[in-house]
């Protein structure tokens, strides 16, 4: 991975609906930190999306209620950040870290194994 680094607001919203943040090429986004403030009556309710993985669920019951979350998720080159905002009058900032990246990578590295639960030598030992 290559220099520089840049601070970055990917999305700051403030309406209902879906947004989305689409990340270049030859770089790749790391979401450091999730804002939300519920300024609407309730309910509301946000989603955030990282590299099509849902990262995070806000849920709100009261007008003037904020929330942050803290995180570390990495969407590569082509990859999309999304937030879904399901009320009017809730604001959502999603900020992290823009890598440039010349590795070309369009996803994560390595393989990933699949065991379904339904095998029972593929549940955790009993006890923990």
Do not use: C
């Amino acid at each position: 991975m290559s220099w520089p680094i840049y601070t970055e607001t990917f999305l700051r919203v403030t309406a209902q609906g879906t947004w989305l943040w689409n990340v270049p090429a030859g770089h790749r986004a790391v979401v450091k930190a999730i804002t939300v403030m519920a300024l609407a009556a309730p309910p509301s309710n946000v989603w955030v999306i990282v590299g099509g993985v849902y990262t995070s669920y806000f849920t709100f019951q009261a007008a003037g209620t904020f929330r942050e979350q803290s995180l570390l998720a990495v969407a590569y080159a082509g990859q999309k950040i999304e937030v879904l905002i399901g009320t009017a009058g809730t604001h959502v900032t999603v900020s992290g870290y823009l890598f440039s990246d010349s590795s070309g990578r369009h996803a994560a590295p390595g393989d990933v194994v699949h065991r379904s639960l339904d095998r029972p030598e593929h549940r955790p030992a009993a006890g923990g």
